[in-house]
């Protein structure tokens, strides 16, 4: 029986939009799925995400685009990251013709909110998806035609957050 | 440099909370924390959960209390699942002593929601939370006193969930 794939949207300014896409990731590929995690915005270079070396093992494919942000990275220029981002969704298209059954996009919509990419060039590329994938979209910043074109959608919505009192990212928790 | 380790809380109707913290769990191994992921009121036994095997892979402790929930095992009675949480919760406090760095009881909540454990009775378990321990607690069901005692709360909030249009429990995704 072919299951019906989908598109899930996690969403909104609360923890646990990509610690769900790692979990969904992991559950895959506990079934043997073919999965594919793509990090935006995160420089794997830099700083050790506790995940990505555990995925890599399990034979969970991991590709990293826009590696460098500018609210984190001052001397570079916006201009450079649009084109990065619209290098990335041609990388993106082309995954999508390797028969994964999951692919995440890690941060994604976050190209959208800093306007790096707009609306349309998000929805072009999810009319791309095929039928037998299942894509995952994280990040803040989801527009309501994004929403209203994906399946399932969750905003994971902060009641409380301690980086408020000052705790900072800390190793194996937030990384 | 000892970290801060802290009481995190993942609820809310929408789709998430478990992947979330399944992420949690891989991005802390991936760190060498020792970890160890309870489940609550689902039958490992009975359905092939896809993230498991790979979790004991790693080298994560898995530990699967009160299987059955009589919303899905017709014939069992409740007062037998209020006895069987209670014994649940004085092992969680015996894992509290085993030098864990982070233990996820995934779905307890629902045992509050559910009246089968007392807000008072999952209270004074977070007092006995060592400090040097990530604490993460899943499912719909935190109460207001339950929220104020943890550091970190998100809300995953169902925007859109396929579900409504039929769609079923799907290998690889929901379990």
Redesign the interface.
């Known amino acids: 029986m072919e299951?019906?794939r989908?598109i899930?949207?996690?969403t909104?300014d609360?923890?646990?939009?990509?610690?769900?896409?790692?979990?969904?990731a992991?559950?895959?590929?506990?079934?043997k799925?073919k999965v594919c995690f793509v990090y935006f915005f995160k420089n794997l270079q830099d700083f050790?995400?506790?995940?990505?070396?555990?995925?890599k093992g399990?034979g969970i494919e991991t590709i990293n685009f826009v590696p460098r942000h500018p609210h984190f990275y001052k001397n570079i220029p916006p201009q450079g990251v649009r084109e990065e981002c619209l290098k990335a969704l041609e990388s993106v298209k082309e995954i999508f013709e390797k028969n994964y059954?999951?692919v995440i996009l890690d941060e994604i919509l976050i190209a959208l909110r800093d306007q790096f990419l707009k609306e349309e060039e998000i929805l072009e590329l999810l009319e791309k998806k095929p039928g037998s994938l299942?894509l995952i979209l994280t990040g803040r910043g989801a527009t309501k035609k994004i929403?209203e074109r994906?399946?399932?959608?969750?905003?994971?919505?902060?009641?409380?957050?301690?980086f408020h009192r000052g705790?900072k990212e800390?190793?194996?928790?937030e990384?």
Do not use: S
């Open positions: 299951e019906k989908l899930q949207i996690y909104g609360g923890k646990g939009k990509t610690t769900a896409g790692i979990g969904q992991i559950r895959a590929r506990g079934h799925f050790p995400y506790g995940e990505v070396e555990i995925l399990l059954d999951m299942e929403i994906a399946d399932l959608v969750t905003e994971m919505k902060k009641i409380k957050h301690p705790v800390r190793r194996g928790i990384y």
